[in-house]
């Protein structure tokens, strides 16, 4: 089974709906972040969460939202979805100290908003 | 701003060697990764380098790290048509809270 698991891993949906993806994780790390990947621009940072009461915006949070609900969880959610908003989305859990600093990813949830 | 800059596409036949380069606009980093992401998987880490090293040896990888002039390098010996993918240099930001990527550089091997 996968260390960090997001669902669902492929989306369809309308501009406008209200969209939720969730990632679970066993693998008891504390920081949890939320990735967006595009074709030829790599991946820029969304959310990131250091524990149950630190949420933090990264780079491109407008237009998301998160959660976090528990250590090992951690939603993100697009109130009204625009099609720009497209992408494949990873997330990502990590140590908090120690260690090389490495994140672990989820294998991704594809969103196409149409 | 922080940044990581890497070309986008490399192409090489099997049996060559591969030479990824990457720059990055923050020094203070401890470490500095590469991640690898094969076709519909998510990243995995590749290998990465202490910022104190200028040279690590990994198998068929070897990593340079140039300080001065903030270059990083991944070279893959011997590449095979499995070392297709897209590979992504990575740097801690300023703050120590997250990595920022590069825009990921698709190696395509031939046979």
């Known amino acids: 089974d996968a260390d960090v698991t997001q669902t669902p891993r492929n989306r369809i949906t309308k501009t406008g709906k209200r969209i939720m993806l969730e990632c679970s994780q066993t693998?008891?790390?504390?920081?949890m972040y939320w990735y967006r990947q595009d074709p030829g621009l790599g991946l820029r940072l969304i959310y990131y969460?250091?524990?149950?009461?630190?949420?933090n915006k990264g780079e491109i949070s407008d237009g998301y939202s998160v959660s976090r609900q528990a250590q090992a969880k951690f939603s993100l959610s697009l109130e009204s979805a625009i099609p720009n908003q497209t992408a494949l989305y990873f997330c990502?859990?990590?140590?908090?100290?120690?260690?090389?600093?490495?994140?672990?990813f989820g294998e991704g949830s594809r969103l196409t908003v149409l | 701003g922080e940044d990581v800059e890497q070309s986008l596409f490399l192409s090489v036949r099997e049996g060559d060697s591969s030479v990824i380069n990457c720059t990055y606009t923050?020094?203070?980093?401890?470490?500095l990764y590469w991640y690898k992401q094969e076709p519909g998987a998510g990243l995995q880490l590749l290998t990465y380098?202490?910022?104190?090293?200028d040279m690590k040896q990994d198998q068929r990888l070897t990593v340079l790290l140039n300080k001065k002039d903030k270059h990083l390098s991944l070279r893959i010996a011997d590449t095979q048509t499995g070392d297709s993918a897209i590979y992504f240099c990575?740097?801690?930001?300023?703050?120590?809270?997250?990595?920022?990527f590069g825009k990921g550089t698709t190696l395509s091997v031939s046979s």
């Open positions: 990575a740097d801690p930001n300023q703050a120590g809270t997250a990595l920022i």
């Open positions: 693998k008891g790390h504390d920081r």
């Open positions: 990502a859990t990590s140590v908090a100290r120690g260690g090389t600093g490495e994140l672990f």
């Open positions: 969460s250091f524990d149950v009461k630190d949420i």
């Open positions: 923050d020094s203070s980093s401890t470490y």
């Open positions: 380098i202490f910022s104190n090293m």
